[in-house]
């Protein structure tokens, strides 16, 4: 997510490539050519751009997207500053009728290890400024501060806007386009110093008048559910209400994917006691709700029943939701994504009432 595309054109004596030069949330196309000393950047539409170069290096395609626009075909010529042309346009009719509220982007301190952690806000049309709103985060992941399309989750964020909510995504540690200190500052340290990010932007966000501290949301999936668990396990109050859908609770349950940030219980004993869930359960006080599907394909299910049934014998309350067939990738099928989004919103609804 979020990692940049690389394309070697021999035919140009060239390499063309996606880049942050226009900002954090953007990605542009650029070229660098035999003897060039810096590249040139080809794509001035806001957004961003997953190109296709021509073998020739003369034509380009791009699938752009923005905060508000679907994806999209763009072509054109392969040169600097060109404009090139929408040949597509995807959304049906009615579309345009939607209320879609466009993101603003803002950056915080993180006064720990002082790292820049950058967000991206959506507040609600007409907020009224006299009176205190709740915040929802998420979907919490890395390289979610994207000017680009949101898909389902997106979705999801609108109609949380639209029911008075703020929502706000944060590139924690780990997401790309910051450089390599922030890119694996949370490799041995998940759930750790990531949430120092998020607690970042909550304490910045808490400044505003506007902005109800003691009503803060958060919900994430996968390593987000896991985000989100933790957030709520490791640091009790620092929001009020929190949705761990799909979990990454347990180390040992982790895929060769992710050794890179827990290596394994033979070289690293610690980190696989110190980052289970398991060992965290008797702190939980706030409002947590699990999202799980029984045939996950990636997070067992097991790993979240495993902590449910450690915080029955803790006598802690806490909200569960499962569907029979439904795997990790949930949200990508549309009844399965209606029915877990709506018991989100419910959740949120209940315990931070905008």
Known sequence: ????????????????????GRGPAERHVYRLGEGDSTPTLLTTLAGVHAPVVSPDGRALASVWSDDLTPPELLVGTASAGAALERVTTSPPAGFERYP?????????????????????????????????????????????????????????????????????????????????????????????KDLDDLAAVAEGLAALPYVDRARMGIY???YGGLLSAYALLKRPGMFAAGVAAAPALDPYAFGPDDVAITR????HPDAFIRNSAME???????????????????????????????????????????APAA???????????????????????????P
């Open 1 to 20: 997510r979020g990692a940049p595309i690389v394309q070697v054109v021999a035919g140009a004596k060239a390499v063309f490539f996606t880049g942050t």
């Open 100 to 192: 879609w509220v466009r993101p603003r982007y803002q950056t915080f301190l993180n006064a720990v290890d002082g790292f820049a952690v950058h967000a991206r806000i959506l507040e609600p049309p007409g907020l009224d400024r006299t009176t205190r709103h709740p915040v929802i985060f998420g979907p919490v992941y890395s390289n979610t501060v994207r000017n680009r399309w949101g898909s389902a989750n997106g979705t999801l964020q609108q109609l949380l806007v639209q029911r008075g909510f703020i929502v706000v995504q944060v590139d924690v540690r780990g997401s790309v386009g910051y450089g390599r200190a922030f890119r694996e500052a949370f490799l041995m340290d998940y759930g750790g």
């Open 220 to 222: 994430g999936s996968s």
């Open 264 to 267: 394994s219980p033979e070289t």
């Open 280 to 322: 965290l359960g008797a702190n939980l006080q706030d409002h947590l709700l699990f999202i799980h599907g029984m045939m996950d394909d990636v997070v067992p299910f097991r790993t979240t029943m495993q902590l449910a049934e450690r915080l029955m014998l803790l006598g802690k309350d806490f909200d569960l939701t499962t």
């Open 327 to 353: 795997t990790h990738a949930w949200s990508s099928r549309e009844h399965y994504a209606v029915y877990f989004f709506r018991k989100i919103v419910q959740h949120f609804e209940r315990y931070l009432a």
